[in-house]
Each structure stands twice: as structure tokens, then as C-alpha cells.
């Protein structure tokens, strides 16, 4: 089995940054996540409830990053230094620091409603569930862990079961993991929970699989929604804990993985 994709998301909810090679933090690939866009009340917005955060696509810059979107100029916006206040991410508030007016304005425009850029100037804040994780075990502005893993082979079943109901096949971003493996049978991350994920040098552990939302109905590439694969999963990957697709990784070192990287189970 081998490393064959790496992706992070410097904003919550918006487009992918694709790269070959990624730096482990102990809260997950260096970037990840960094960023949240929220609300007048301070809450985050999220492609579930707002398509448009997808036309969002930001790249690290040298001091920060580079929103760019179809049909407007490009932002160069800098790490920010300003006094921390709190965001609503889901139901917990986080310390962050606001990017500015000139990125709200960017933003507002961008995914036409009122909205402001925050930084996670420090990632130690947040902690992973205590039911999966160690006391201190860190997560940046991801849902609830450091990394997504999926397998390949398990989205090529998925496309199957697609094609056996009529419906077009979906590309893996729809489940926008940070890993991808590739060598393994279907469905083998299932038989990894509780056990260690080592890739290259690094090794994570894995506490449990990913239960997914109405974000993966949702075309990165187009911004349309429709009923798929959350219907398919519904008929064949529905367990006590959701609609199961990936695996939840918690790092247990700082290290580097690239594609190509070898993957064991412990």
C-alpha cells in the first residue's frame, strides 16, 4: 500500500490545496485548516448550508495566503497580528484572529453574504474528543480530528454501487481527505480502527471511522448539489455511527509524508 494523494484545506470549507509532500503537526498537515470564515454572530459558515464557500480557492502565500476566485481579482491576505476574540465553531468558541476588513470585504463578495476571515494563530487551543483522543491530542479548525484518510479501492465500490442505481461516479474530492491510499482491498480501513497507520516515518493512530455529512453531495468543481453518494451510503455503509466513509488519524509524531510514501498497519 502507498501514499498516492495529499490534500489540505487552508479554509474551512472552501477548495483544496493539492501538493506532493506535507509537514505532520501534532494537529494535523502544517496549514490545514487554519482559517475559518464566519458569520456577523461570529459563527463559522460551511459549504453545508452555503455552496458558494466552494468558489473560494486560497494558496499559501510566502507570509500567509492568496484568496482567488472566478471572476474577481485575487487577495493577497498576511498572517494576521491583531488581539484574538472568539469564533463559534459548531458549538464551541475558539480564540482566533480576524484577517481584517479588506478580507471580509473580498470574502462578503465572493460568497455574497455578510462574512469575516479568522486566523488560528494558535493551534494548541482546541482539543480532539476525550472519548478518542489523549488529553493532549490537538485539532486545528478541522471538524473533530487532525487527518481524513480513504482508500481507493473503497471509492471505486462506492462508484459501483453508483453505476448499479443509474447515477454518474464521483471523484474522491467529494470526501476531501488529506490521504489517500492507494494497494488496499475495499473497505480495509474498516478492519485499521483502533490500530496504528504508519506512512513513511510517521505514525498515526486511528480511533475511529468518519461519519459523513451533506458536504459530500456537493460537486468541488461546480458548486452543485444533489443526493449522491449520501443515498448509496445510506443503503450500504449505514452503521451505528453514521454513514461511514474514511478513517479519523490522530498524529503521534511531527515528521514529513510525500506521495509514494509505503503505508503499514500496526
Not at 482559517?35 to 459563527?43: H, T
Not at 470585504?105 to 478518542?132: H, K, M, N
Not at 481527505?177 to 496504528?196: F, H, L, M, T
Request: aromatic fraction near 8%; hydrophobic fraction near 40%.
Amino acid at each position: 500500500m502507498y501514499l498516492s494523494y495529499l490534500a489540505t484545506y487552508p479554509i474551512k470549507s472552501c477548495y483544496r490545496a493539492e501538493a506532493d509532500l506535507a509537514e505532520v503537526e501534532p494537529w494535523g498537515l502544517a496549514g490545514d485548516r487554519r482559517w475559518l470564515v464566519v458569520d456577523e454572530q461570529a459563527k463559522l459558515i460551511t459549504q453545508r448550508e452555503w455552496p458558494a464557500m466552494g468558489r473560494i480557492r486560497p494558496r499559501y502565500g510566502d507570509r500567509g495566503l492568496v484568496l482567488e476566485a472566478a471572476g474577481t481579482d485575487s487577495l493577497a491576505v498576511p498572517l494576521p497580528s491583531g488581539e484574538p476574540t472568539d469564533v463559534r465553531h459548531f458549538h464551541q468558541w475558539i480564540a482566533a484572529t480576524s484577517a481584517g476588513d479588506v478580507a471580509a470585504q473580498w470574502v462578503s463578495q465572493v460568497i455574497g453574504r455578510p462574512a469575516r476571515l479568522f486566523y488560528l494563530d494558535d493551534p494548541t487551543r482546541r482539543a480532539v474528543d476525550p472519548e478518542y483522543g489523549n488529553p493532549d491530542d490537538r485539532v486545528s479548525f478541522a471538524d473533530g480530528y487532525p487527518l481524513l484518510l480513504t482508500n481507493e479501492a473503497s471509492l471505486r465500490a462506492v462508484n459501483d454501487w453508483l453505476a448499479e442505481d443509474g447515477d454518474e461516479p464521483i471523484a474522491m474530492t467529494r470526501f476531501r481527505p488529506n490521504v489517500v491510499v492507494s494497494g488496499a482491498s475495499a473497505w480495509a480501513e474498516d478492519d485499521w480502527i483502533g490500530r496504528r497507520v504508519v506512512i513513511g516515518n510517521v505514525t498515526f493512530r486511528a480511533p475511529k471511522p468518519c461519519d459523513r455529512c451533506v458536504l459530500t453531495t456537493i460537486d468541488p468543481e461546480t458548486g452543485e448539489k444533489g443526493r449522491q453518494p449520501l443515498r448509496v451510503l445510506g443503503k450500504h455503509r449505514r452503521f451505528p455511527g453514521g454513514l461511514l466513509f474514511g478513517l479519523n488519524l490522530i498524529p503521534d509524531v511531527r515528521g514529513k509524508i510525500a506521495i509514494g510514501d509505503q503505508i503499514t498497519i500496526l
